[in-house]
Structures are given as structure tokens and as C-alpha cells.
């Protein structure tokens, strides 16, 4: 058996892409003339050195734990969606309009109903293209991508000249109701330091059960198990009776709704309105943190927590080394996603050998010696 353990390649792997990444990284600063070791410790000490960066961290982290996930399922089908942008900004579509149209006695209630039309509106975009794809072969990819670019621009129409209160000239909602407000970071875990200043909310909460939830899906239920043989032999599958329009439209339905859940953080948790392109690049970094994460559970969160801490690092890293631009920090971002999703089987095939190698020796220790 040539294979690795499994630690190896969820753990062992994607951490020696991201030590590689970091060291290219730290080449570039030095050449534009900073300390690599000091951008590494602002850069650590601003994501994990005190409450407030932790919130941030974990704000962000919350974000990209719900758009892996949902890249994630897709790919265990062998879809490839990218449409969680536009999919997400659905969801804020869903929460804005089912929060401004209820006058909400409490937030938990307010909470129920807004993760609803979020799921709701999302995976009814998300089943267009997934429509596409199961009755017409349209490709997947260049149908999300399509898609991203309407939800942007009909967000920007529904801002500007339906939900934009009258008299501002800013494209954003009403705010929402103070009942309908989620309990932050302060709330829950003010004994930690975290204040009300932490965009940190109880969706972090929701994101950790979406994991549970996928896990189950995809490995304890038997619609987990049809969509993981449809994306191993769609042929084979569908010789053990698995119908693939099915299997495109649920999975792309369940992708769709974990990418709308974002906007419960983003919408309803931190900015308490629906706000021009909420999203922030958080459903394309979803596809780095699903390949990063192998698109497991356990995987995504440790990858959503990597970038994260990327983007809070990366904000006090500008602020503190005005010459690293962000620019910059998109560069070393981009860098992460390079050696953990493109340049991937650079650092695999050597950790395989590495694996064969040492149960070689190992088989070879174990052999009976003949006697002499």
C-alpha cells in the first residue's frame, strides 16, 4: 500500500504548502526592502495577539467556513461552484427582505426566519445553473461565474432604487430593528476580552454545526453517499441507479444555501443592514479554503482559520508597514492558494515517497533473517 495517512494529507501536507508559501512571501518583502521576520510578527500578533484580533480573526474565519462549505459538497459531486459570491449576495437579499418586512418581537425569532430566506434565496439561485448543467450540459463553472456578475448588478438595482432609504445617497438598507440585533462577541465570551467592538457574533456558532451537519451528510446519510459515487464515476453511478439530475440539484441546492448562510454574520451580525458587496471576495476564497481543507469539515475550518487570520494579519500588517501595500497582501494570499491548490502535487508526490520509503524499511525491518 502506497498510500499516505490520512493525517498527512489533511494536516502534514497543506501545512508544508503554507510554510513554503510564506517563505516566497517573505522573499518579496525583503525585496522591497522590510524585515520578513517582523511583517510575520505583526502579522501573527495583529490575527491571534489580543481579543480584539481574535474577533476579527474569527469574524472572518465565520465567512469562509460557510462559502468552503459549500464549495466543498459541490466538489464532492465534481462540481465545480464558483458562484458563491453571487450566491451569498442572495442570501443577504433574503435576510434584508424578511427582516425589514416583520416587525421581530426577539432575535432568536429573527434569527430562524433570516437563516431561512437566506438558505432560501441562495439555493434558488444556486438551482438555476445547477438546472443548466443537469438538462442542458451547460458547464457549471461558466454558468456560476455568469451568475455572479447578475447578482451583483441586481443588488446594486434593488439598493439604489428599492431599499435605499429615502433622502441618503448611500446604496444600503434601513437598519434593522434593535430586536433583531445577535448577541456579539462581547455577549458570550466578554470573560475572554472580547468587547462590543468585535464584529464577532453568535454565527460562528451556526458555522461549527454547519460542519457537524456536512460531515453527517456526506459520510453518515445515503444521499452523502450517492453524491460521493457520482463525483468518483458519474457511469458507475448511474448503472447502480443513482439519477444524476437528482444529484446536480440537491447538491447545488445545499451548496447554494451553506454559501447564503454568510450573510447571517455579515448582514444581520455585523453590519445590521444590507450593504453594496457584503461579500468582500468571501466566496471565491471559499474555493482556496475547500482544496486547502480537502473539502472536509475538520479541513475547512482549519483553512477558514488560516485565512482569516491572512485578512485581520494582513489589515494590521499594512497599517503598521505603510510600504507593504495591500496589494501586497493580496500577493501573499495568493501565494497560500498557489502552493495549496496549483502547485499541490509539487509538495504530495515527495511526502508519498517519503511514506513509501520509510514502510519499505519498515517491511524490510520486520522480515524474518535467515539463520545462519
Not at 472572518?60 to 459549500?70: P, S, V
Not at 430562524?112 to 448543467?133: D, N
Not at 457549471?140 to 447578482?151: K, R, S
Request: charged share 10%.
Amino acid at each position: 500500500m502506497d498510500k499516505m495517512p490520512k493525517w498527512a494529507d489533511v494536516v502534514l501536507i497543506p501545512l508544508i504548502s503554507v510554510v513554503l508559501a510564506l517563505l516566497v512571501s517573505g522573499l518579496v518583502v525583503a525585496i522591497i526592502g522590510e524585515s520578513p521576520l517582523r511583517a510575520m510578527q505583526i502579522m501573527v500578533r495583529g490575527a491571534f495577539g489580543s481579543a480584539y484580533g481574535w474577533g476579527y480573526t474569527l469574524y472572518y474565519a465565520t465567512n469562509f467556513i460557510f462559502t468552503g462549505l459549500a464549495v466543498a459538497v459541490a466538489f464532492h459531486a465534481r462540481l465545480f461552484n464558483i458562484g458563491g459570491e453571487g450566491q451569498a449576495a442572495l442570501g443577504g437579499l433574503g435576510v434584508a427582505v424578511i427582516l425589514l418586512a416583520v416587525d421581530w418581537p426577539h432575535w432568536s425569532l429573527a434569527l430562524a426566519a433570516a437563516m431561512g430566506f437566506a438558505m432560501l434565496f441562495a439555493a434558488a439561485w444556486a438551482a438555476l445553473p445547477a438546472y443548466l448543467q443537469a438538462k442542458r450540459g451547460s458547464h457549471i463553472v461558466i454558468t456560476t461565474i455568469m451568475f455572479n456578475y447578475i447578482a451583483s448588478a441586481l443588488l446594486v438595482y434593488l439598493l439604489v432604487n428599492v431599499f435605499r432609504v429615502e433622502g441618503s445617497m448611500s446604496p444600503e438598507s434601513a437598519r434593522f430593528a434593535e430586536n433583531t440585533h445577535l448577541p456579539g462577541g462581547g455577549d458570550f465570551a466578554g470573560f475572554l476580552g472580547f468587547s462590543a467592538t468585535t464584529p464577532l457574533n453568535i454565527s460562528i456558532f451556526l458555522a461549527l454545526i454547519a460542519c457537524v451537519l456536512v460531515w453527517l451528510l456526506i459520510w453518515r446519510t445515503r444521499l452523502g453517499y450517492e453524491i460521493r459515487a457520482f463525483g468518483q464515476s458519474e457511469t458507475a453511478a448511474v448503472y447502480a441507479g443513482i439519477n444524476p439530475f437528482k444529484i446536480i440539484m440537491i447538491t447545488m441546492l445545499i451548496s447554494g444555501a451553506l454559501a447564503g448562510m454568510m450573510a447571517i454574520n455579515v448582514v444581520m451580525g455585523e453590519a445590521e443592514r444590507l450593504v453594496l458587496d457584503f461579500t468582500e471576495g468571501a466566496g471565491f476564497v471559499g474555493i482556496a479554503v475547500a482544496l486547502m481543507g480537502r473539502s472536509h469539515p475538520v479541513g475547512v475550518v482549519l483553512a477558514a482559520l488560516l485565512f482569516g487570520a491572512l485578512y485581520q494579519g494582513g489589515a494590521e500588517l499594512q497599517f503598521e508597514m505603510p510600504a507593504i501595500s495591500r496589494e501586497m497582501i493580496v500577493v501573499i494570499q495568493a501565494l497560500v492558494i498557489l502552493f495549496t491548490g496549483a502547485l499541490d502535487n509539487m509538495v504530495r508526490m515527495p511526502v508519498q515517497k517519503l511514506f513509501l520509503a520509510l514502510k519499505r524499511r519498515r517491511d524490510h525491518a520486520a522480515r524474518p533473517t535467515p539463520e545462519a
